[in-house]
């Protein structure tokens, strides 16, 4: 049997006396012939490939196709591998069956950091997942371009990032402090100089900050009579020495008996002392003010001003305005040393300091109203409206309620009727549609809905209803 030939059945009887190819063998079918189909990543033998037997195969007709590993197809770059057991469509890889492209940092939408800038968005990332080294650049260091501060300015860490790709001296310098911002405080003799003079990066001091000032010095100062002298050394300021600068005013003693409306706490001032230290004073029980002593003598005694008797409203009989009540009795003391309205009395309320509600069909009044001592009520607060007890309806509307509330403005149609009713014609006219259940029966006009124009014509039907229980008419539609 030759090649591509199978062999006929051992009995078959041959044509002649010598039996032939053509009687012992049959012609094995070709992949073409035969129409072998191949399954998925699998590519077809040519079609004239001659089969091993009468059935074509899979092995004759058709050749696995390859792998993007076995393969060894090469992504080129802004590509990444598929898994490299990834079947191939053909015998031959190609691009679309192995790769796929890398995504941008504007469709991954990358999000950079504080301190980084992004690339641009049709930056192509290096593999399927973007990194920041794909998208963003991160901004330069104080230290990486040298920044040099300005004289009164010292240098941040070497490290500081800056907030742009050019450095400056927000970024990378602060000011020396001042003697404002360090709030320095000279000590007596001494001046403070300018708030904005600069103190070395270190921080202020007594040089920086201040200026000697003995100019002046109360040796050369004379105090009134009663005072006393402090000691000759004492500084004074640079505009020159004064009395409470270099004296100590008279010294006195409280009194043994206080006056009337004085009161002592019994330590705050204590023997002979000048009027400035002697505390723990007040104004007795009914009585106000702010007590103040005086020494006219050295080793005298304090006189004490300031403290009267407080008022009552009854010591005045204090009399209230007509929309107030009376609400002090015979001990009740005034805030001062006059008595006022609100020391001795209390409004009366109003409408709105008690939220007083009117009912349906009647008008508050102005929130201020004021009512009686005794309360609020509705005839207070609140004012009878219109109603629709007097009000004719037109021919053909039906009246409501006669006690329907109307606004202040008056009663009109709409509050106080209601529309006639009436009923679509049996026949619409040519031009109407009608859905069938929105305007079912005896309706006023505007509770008729579900018309439309028909087809062929345009507009917005709307209806009238001219009587009652009569039959809506029509209008709003025409032809097209």
């Given amino acids: 049997d030759p090649s ?3 062999p006929s059945s051992a009995d078959t009887v041959c044509s002649s006396l010598t039996c032939k190819s053509t009687d012992c063998c049959t012609a094995n079918p070709t992949c073409g012939g035969s129409s072998y189909p ?18 074509c195969s899979l092995e004759d007709c058709c050749t696995a196709n390859p792998t993007c590993g076995s393969s060894s197809y090469p992504c080129p ?17 190609t691009l679309e069956d192995c790769c796929i492209t890398n995504p941008t940092c504007g469709s991954s939408s990358y999000p950079c950091p504080s301190h980084y800038s992004p690339h641009n968005a049709s930056t192509v990332c290096s593999s399927l997942n973007c990194t ?31 907030a742009s790709f050019v450095c400056n001296a927000t970024d990378c310098c602060a000011a020396y402090p001042t003697c ?24 202020c001091n007594l040089t920086d900050c201040c200026t000697a000032n003995f100019g002046w010095t109360c040796a050369n100062y004379t105090c009134p009579s009663g005072y006393v002298a402090k000691n000759a050394t004492t500084p004074c300021p640079s505009s020159g020495c004064n ?17 009337a409306g004085y009161s002592y706490d019994g330590h705050s001032c204590q023997g002979a002392v000048p009027a400035a230290s002697c505390g ?13 002593v005086a020494c006219n003598a050295s080793n005298g005694t304090f006189s004490l001003t300031g403290c009267s008797a407080k008022m009552t409203c009854a010591s005045v009989s204090f009399v209230c305005p007509w929309n107030y009540t009376a609400t002090y009795n015979a001990t009740t003391v005034c805030a001062s040393s006059v008595c006022k309205v609100d020391d001795c009395c209390t409004a009366y309320p109003t409408c709105s300091s008690v939220s007083f509600p009117c009912p349906e069909g009647y008008e508050a009044k102005a929130a201020s109203t004021q009512c009686p001592s005794s309360g609020c009520n509705l005839t207070d607060c609140c004012t009878a409206g219109w109603t629709c007890a007097n009000y004719t309806c037109p021919s053909g509307y039906v009246a409501k309620n006669a006690t329907t509330p109307c606004p202040s403005s008056g009663c009109n149609d709409t509050d106080c009727c209601t529309g006639p009713s009436c009923t679509l ?36 039907p709307t209806v009238a209803c001219n009587a009652s229980n009569g039959t809506f008419s029509l209008t709003g539609c025409s032809a097209k």
Avoid at 38 to 55: E, K, R
Avoid at 180 to 203: D, F, I, L, N, R
Avoid at 243 to 259: K, Q
Avoid at 442 to 454: D, R, W
């Fill in 180 to 203: 404002g911002s360090m709030s320095y405080s000279c000590p007596q003799g001494y001046e403070a100089k300018a708030a904005s003079t600069q103190c070395p990066s270190s921080g």
């Fill in 77 to 93: 770059g802004h590509y990444s591998p598929h898994d490299a057991s990834t079947v191939c469509s053909s015998l031959n890889c």
């Fill in 280 to 292: 723990g004073l007040s104004c007795a029980s009914g009585f106000s003010g702010f007590p103040t």
């Fill in 38 to 55: 191949c399954p998925g990543h699998y590519s077809p033998h040519d079609a004239s490939t001659v089969c091993s037997s009468l059935n």
């Fill in 132 to 162: 920041l080294e794909d998208c963003c650049t991160m901004y330069p260091t104080c230290g990486s371009v040298n920044f040099t501060c300005d004289v009164g300015y010292t240098a941040k860490n070497a490290s500081t990032m800056c």
């Fill in 425 to 460: 014609p049996t026949l619409l006219p040519a031009g109407y549609s009608y859905d069938g259940h929105s305007c079912q029966g005896a309706v006023p006009a505007a509770s008729c809905g579900g018309l439309s124009c028909a087809s062929g014509f345009s507009g917005f």
């Fill in 243 to 259: 009395d409470t600068d270099c004296c100590t005013g008279p010294s006195c003693t409280l009194p043994t008996l206080l006056p």
């Fill in 4 to 6: 591509g030939f199978t």
